[in-house]
């Protein structure tokens, strides 16, 4: 039997690098949710849309490796992007090409969601409210700036808040990644108070809690406090 490479090895230490179908559910809801929440839509919802997947990559983290982590942010980006660019295969009724075109936009895209993971890994003994928002800020950064025809007028965490003029405002400020590190650190307080109360994203699970201080109270009070200055 062949042993693993040392570089493979590096990658897998300490944990399992597989994806569970809990990994595959966290992700899958919070791209339906992310999707839910573009307009025409519901667009509050962003502002929970990455708790679940959130929420279970803390859970998975101290059992759960660098390879697991960037596999995950690939696997949620994919279906994010995946559903978000179904128009382009309505381009033609039939044809090879709008076919090609969306499972390159949604490769490339996907690996963007891989480099999420492997950021949000290397910073896991931060607290995920501070982790996750520079993880995802970095990536965002990366998209709009180095990868041209990738460059969209707004982030996917930015374009709900067009319809909700009080959270918009700030972008005078921090501008449109900023905006959608703000979700994201909402986000990251929610799943830090529900840590724990949501079991089946715990299954399979070491457990770790997300590196904060205080009861769930605590966190979702921070929250509301964020949400409340942010308007």
Not at 151 to 160: C, G, H, I, M, V
Request: glycine letters at 16%; proline letters at 6%; hydrophobic letters at 55%.
């Amino acid at each position: 039997m062949r042993s693993a490479s040392p570089r493979t090895a590096s990658l897998t230490a300490g944990g399992s690098a597989s994806i569970d179908r809990s990994d595959l559910l966290a992700a899958l809801l919070s791209a339906l949710l992310l999707n839910a929440a573009g307009p025409p839509g519901l667009a509050p919802l962003v502002l929970l849309a990455l708790v679940p997947l959130l929420l279970r990559w803390a859970w998975r983290r101290r059992e759960g490796t660098l390879l697991w982590s960037t596999r995950y942010g690939a696997l949620f980006f994919g279906l994010f992007w995946g559903i978000e660019l179904l128009w382009v295969l309505r381009l033609v009724r039939f044809g090879l090409w709008p076919l090609a075109a969306w499972v390159g936009q949604v490769a490339v895209l996907a690996l963007l969601g891989g480099l999420f993971g492997l950021l949000l890994f290397s910073v896991r003994r931060a607290p995920i409210v501070l982790g996750a928002p520079v993880a995802w800020g970095a990536v965002e950064v990366l998209r709009g700036d180095a990868l041209g025809p990738l460059d969209f007028p707004w982030s996917p965490l930015a374009l709900p808040l067009t319809e909700m003029g009080a959270l918009l405002q700030a972008g005078a400020w921090v501008g449109e990644t900023g905006l959608g590190m703000g979700v994201v650190a909402l986000s990251g307080l929610l799943a830090a108070g529900l840590y724990r109360r949501v079991r089946w994203l715990g299954t399979g699970a070491g457990g770790r809690d997300p590196g904060m201080k205080g009861g769930p109270w605590t966190r979702w009070g921070l929250a509301g406090l964020l949400l409340l200055g942010w308007a």
